[in-house]
């Protein structure tokens, strides 16, 4: 069966004039038990990549800079 | 097609899970014979995995001596258990509780004491008191990951190990991983492994529709329980199902054990207590549920009536420990624990020893039915063993694997099984279009939902059966455009054996046990005659299921027949009807 892209809001927001991605830090990535976090080169900055989040924190608490914020998934708001 | 990126790697002790009972595994080995190659593979990071990656906020079965002895807290759980218990796991985890108490404070855990310097002990249990709080507990990873760092324990994160290698002779031979970054190939020979892959969490669907919004830490799918059973070890009694009260939508505990010292409790919605007991037990779940199906449903935790300084010290351990963002949960629905009781409800089922009794059979010397493998946590057997019992456990099956790895020389690879292991997992990359994990996992999950949750119905068991065969089908159309959806799509088959295996083993008891856990509406009492003891699935050799009953051992705590109905007498009668 051909595939659809979904859309779906996520809940780790990262601030990407606080995000230092860019000098090579991945923190919030390597920490993530379900690895949904990666780094936009482009940017520079870290982003939530897939909607799996156990919303745990790991990624806000261990972040160097305070750029990463946690919310609850929409569903179970 | 190219042939797939393979390393190899040779371990006297390997152990698969890196959460809380791996590294407790994974360091004890090391401690009991510098010289072995011990290598701990996680499928996340070992920093933050597994179901402590934020902390934990207590101990909830403390076996502390001036407060609890081992023999009474194996009657507790004895009895917590309707008496399906191997009373010698038990009794080894309870002899072995304060020790690791002790160990971990060394290793700088910190635990609550009182002003003389001795544990802070507090009652939650029916009749026990086990519970130790943590309030900064938030930094157990942080300890654990600096004890492997300081053993040079080899750490190998992002694997997901897929499958277990057997010898010929049926004894352990290693593992197969799979990268879950780049999909390269990780073959691990090793004399010993132990699972610590903790409880099967993605099994149910929660009520919010939210894949990843399980109870459990959603990395933890059964992944354990799927390996071990493909290996052919025994798995016990998995129709004691986990099903937890928690707050309603988070899906994260609220917690009673915290909260319950201080004096909140759990009520209905005219705000009275129904049960005498908030410890999780399947008799608590089975009040919870009827309360909830009753005109008194919702169900609520109420702290409204504590003192300001009470809730604020609640608030500060509920808010930084174990599940942090329940904090943020309540603030943006304007739920202030002062004011409002917490809306509680029951969460999907999984498998989980850490709260139930359900998992890969183990001994007390943590050995599964398969020479030189181990299970310790949520995914072994032991019931009710919670953070502490991983480590303990955990402890024993190191130290056991490394005592073992003495005995026996390094397996070859079977290289056939590689290969053939190799084709199984990279057939979803091998498909331009087809099904999605995504949509095979909510799928299987609300089936779950729908066929298997309590209270159970033979009829609807059985078409849960057909409906998991025709996804079995489906496997064959699974897609994964990339390496992270390859890892999904490996998941969603642990999650199918699972539900499988759910299906099966609540079908072959025909009773009901465990309060809610096993209540089957076919089969409403308990039957002592006939099912007073553990069932064993295991895989046959034409890889069909295979059922067997076990008798439960001669009790080495021995229970008197009045205190075993403790459990039972949970609802709390009406003041108007007692009178």
């Keep these: 069966m051909p595939l659809a892209a979904h859309a779906a809001s996520v809940p780790v927001v990262v601030d990407d004039a ?32 897939y909607d799996e989040c156990w919303y745990c ?21 | ?49 597994g179901a402590i990656s934020m902390g934990m906020d207590g101990l909830n079965n403390a076996v502390i001596p001036g407060y609890a002895t081992p023999e009474q807290y194996v009657k507790e759980i004895t009895i917590a258990n309707d008496g399906i218990v191997q009373q010698k796991p038990l009794l080894a985890y309870a002899n072995g509780s304060y020790d690791m108490i002790r160990y971990l404070d060394k290793l700088d855990v910190k635990f609550e004491k009182d002003g ?66 780049t999909s390269e190939f990780l073959v691990i020979r090793a004399k010993t492994v132990v699972l610590t892959c903790g409880a099967a969490g993605r099994l149910g669907l929660p009520a919010s529709g939210y894949l990843f919004g399980t109870y ?59 049960i005498e007991c908030d410890y999780w037990s399947g008799q608590m779940m089975l009040e919870f549920w009827r309360e909830l199906e009753s005109g008194n449903g919702p169900v609520f935790l109420n702290m409204t009536h504590l003192a300001p300084e009470t809730i ?6 509920l808010h930084s420990n174990e599940r942090p963002s329940r904090g943020r ?105 087809g099904l ?40 064959g159309a699974l897609v994964a455009r990339d390496p992270h959806e390859l890892m999904r799509a490996l998941e969603v088959q642990s999650i199918l054996d699972c539900a499988d295996m759910a299906a099966a083993a609540s079908l072959f008891r025909t009773e009901s046990r465990w309060g809610f856990y096993h209540y089957r509406i076919d089969y409403p009492e308990t039957d002592n005659d006939d099912w007073f003891c553990h069932t064993l699935l295991s895989r046959d050799a034409d890889g069909r299921m295979r059922h067997r009953k076990h008798a439960v051992d001669p009790y080495v705590v021995p229970v008197d027949a009045t205190e075993m109905t403790a459990y039972q007498k949970l609802r709390i009668v009406p003041a108007e009807a007692a009178e």
């Design chain 2, 1 to 49: 097609m190219n042939a797939p990126v393979t390393e190899t790697l040779e371990a006297d002790v390997l152990v698969i899970g890196g959460g809380t009972g791996g590294p407790m595994a994974a360091i004890r080995a090391k401690e009991a014979n510098p010289h072995l190659r011990v290598v701990l593979l996680e499928k996340a990071n070992v920093k933050r995995s």
């Design chain 1, 18 to 49: 606080k995000c230092i991605a860019a000098k090579g830090c991945t923190v919030c990535v390597d920490v993530c038990p379900l690895d949904v976090l990666a780094i936009d080169l482009v940017r520079g900055s870290a982003f939530m990549k």
């Design chain 2, 216 to 274: 459990e830490n959603a990395a933890n799918c059964g992944d354990g329980h799927a390996m071990a059973y493909h290996a052919g070890a025994a798995l016990a009694n998995l129709e004691c199902y986990q099903i937890n009260p928690l707050i309603k939508d988070y899906n994260g505990p609220s917690c009673a054990y915290v909260t319950g010292p201080f004096g909140g409790y759990t009520a209905n919605n005219k705000g009275n207590r129904f």
């Design chain 2, 116 to 181: 003389a310097g001795d544990y802070a002990v507090r009652k939650v249990h029916h009749m026990g008191t086990y519970v130790l709080p943590m309030p900064q507990g938030h930094h157990v990873k942080k300890v654990l990951y600096r004890q492997l760092r300081r053993l040079r324990i080899g750490v190998v994160n992002r694997y997901m190990a897929t499958r277990l290698l057997t010898t010929r002779d049926g004894r352990i031979g290693g593992a197969i991983g799979v990268n879950t970054r």
């Design chain 2, 436 to 475: 999605t994990p995504f949509e095979v996992e909510y799928k299987t999950r609300r089936l779950v939902n729908d066929y298997l949750a309590p209270p159970k119905i033979t009829a609807k068991m059985r078409i849960a059966q057909e409906r998991f065969a025709e996804i079995r089908d489906d496997l």
């Design chain 1, 57 to 77: 924190m790991p990624c806000e608490v261990d972040c160097p800079t305070g750029a990463v914020t946690v919310n609850i998934p929409y569903l179970l708001r």
């Design chain 2, 329 to 433: 949960f309540h603030a943006r629905r304007g739920t202030d624990y002062r004011q409002r009781m917490v809306e509680m409800h029951i969460s999907e089922i999984g498998f989980c020893a850490g709260h139930s009794a359900s998992g890969v059979w183990v001994d007390e010397r943590a050995q599964t039915t398969v020479p030189g493998l181990y299970a310790a946590g949520d995914m072994a057997s032991v019931p009710h063993n919670y953070m502490l019992g991983a480590f303990v456990n955990g402890a024993i099956a190191g130290e056991e694997a490394a005592r073992f790895c003495a005995e026996v020389d390094l397996p070859e690879a079977d290289g056939a099984a590689v290969a053939a292991e190799q084709d199984r997992v990279l057939a979803p990359t091998r498909r331009g279009d």
């Design chain 2, 312 to 317: 604020g010290e609640i608030e500060t351990i």
